[in-house]
């Protein structure tokens, strides 16, 4: 069976699972997400495609742990993928 070949790295896939996880736990939809950047829904959706290359920056990475009540260190595996 070949190998699956995605846009994203394993740890960016990661970092969206870890953000995906810690906003589904607080109740926050993709269109809460999309307000606080203002973007729309659907690029929030990108993001959380595991086939788009749509990734979050550093910057909005902080503003999402400052929304979500955690740190960083939250979106980041606690082991290399």
Do not use: W
Not at 36 to 44: A, E, H, M, S
């Amino acid at each position: 069976m070949a190998k699956e070949v995605t846009p994203k790295t394993k740890i960016e896939l990661k970092i969206v699972d870890l953000v995906k996880t810690r906003r589904n736990k607080l109740g926050r939809t993709q269109s809460d997400i999309a307000k606080l950047f203002g973007v729309t829904r659907g690029y929030i959706g990108q993001i959380e495609m595991q086939n788009s290359s749509s990734m979050y920056s550093f910057d909005q990475l902080n503003e999402l742990a400052k929304y979500l009540e955690c740190s960083m260190k939250d979106f980041v595996p606690e082991h290399p993928v």
